[in-house]
């Protein structure tokens, strides 16, 4: 579904991104997991369209879509979160998802007709809170309802930034069981990028290492952590935090 091939990006005399490639299938949930500063946020901009690359490529489904900024990406097929929470916070609960499922109606009614409103509230546990404003919701429910925002809009790619931040260990299960419905339901390929390892390694089919720039490791999720360079990535890491 999507295919990433040798993305490079410069930020003045800072190289973000070296040759990094990826790919995602339908169905699959990719964790995307590297240090900080290892160029995740910075791979996912690309993706979402909003930075173009100084080199390399983005396909989704097929059809090329780099650099062509995050309107076109989105009615393209690409839906995202973000690291910090950005909500319609005056517009209630329900407001929210049927902003982005009306989008989703007029570029592909198939799938909105397929995705209800009042189906993603129940499964993403707001239909007790639909019509507060988003605002008023706890942080927890704030980023379940993100998500179920992006999902309105029928994506076929799902891109989570850090969607386990700041959730305490329950929230995080409610939470990759709601993630683990969207493979079942919307059949899209998600990525998520996340540093709780714990619930990286719970959710995700595959995993893509990130470090300096450059993609240093992928495949599937217990292999990967047997990879030298990914252990050395994290050993090291945690001998020097
Ligand atoms: N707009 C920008 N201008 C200048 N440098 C940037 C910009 N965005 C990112 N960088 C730099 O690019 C590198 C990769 O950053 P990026 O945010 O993509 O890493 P990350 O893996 O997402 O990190 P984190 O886990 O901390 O979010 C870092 O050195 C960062 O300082």
């Known amino acids: ?10 930020f003045g005399g800072v190289q973000a991104l070296r040759s990094a490639s990826l790919s995602c299938a339908a169905g699959e949930i990719l964790g995307l997991i590297g240090p900080n500063g290892a160029g995740k946020s910075t791979l996912v901009n690309a993706i979402a369209g909003v930075l173009k690359p100084d080199a390399g490529s983005v396909k989704l489904a097929g059809k090329e879509i780099t650099g062509h900024g995050p309107e076109h990406c989105a009615r393209a097929g690409v839906g995202r979160t973000f690291q910090t929470i950005r909500l319609f916070r005056d517009l209630t609960v329900r407001q929210n998802v049927e902003v982005a499922h009306i989008t989703c109606r007029s570029v592909r009614p198939d799938v909105a007709a397929r995705i209800g409103v009042d189906r993603l509230l129940a499964q993403y546990q707001l239909d007790g809170f639909a019509d507060i ?20 809009l029928g994506p076929l790619l799902l891109l989570l930034d850090e969607p386990a931040a700041g959730l305490n260990e329950d929230e995080s299960e409610t939470l990759a069981v709601a993630i683990e419905g969207i493979r079942r339901d919307v059949g899209c390929a998600t990525i998520v990028i996340d540093h709780d390892l714990r619930f990286i390694n719970r959710l995700c089919d595959r995993l893509c290492v990130m470090d300096q720039g450059q993609v240093i490791a992928s495949g599937q999720t217990e292999e990967v952590w047997r990879d030298p360079r990914v ?5 090291g890491q945690a001998e020097t935090s």
């Not at 252990?231 to 050993?235: L, M, N, P, R």
């Open 1 to 10: 579904m999507l295919s990433v091939e040798a993305v490079s990006k410069t």
């Open 133 to 152: 404003p988003a605002g008023t919701l706890s942080y927890g429910s704030q980023r379940r309802l993100e998500i179920a925002r992006a999902l309105a």
């Open 231 to 235: 252990i050395e990535v994290y050993v």
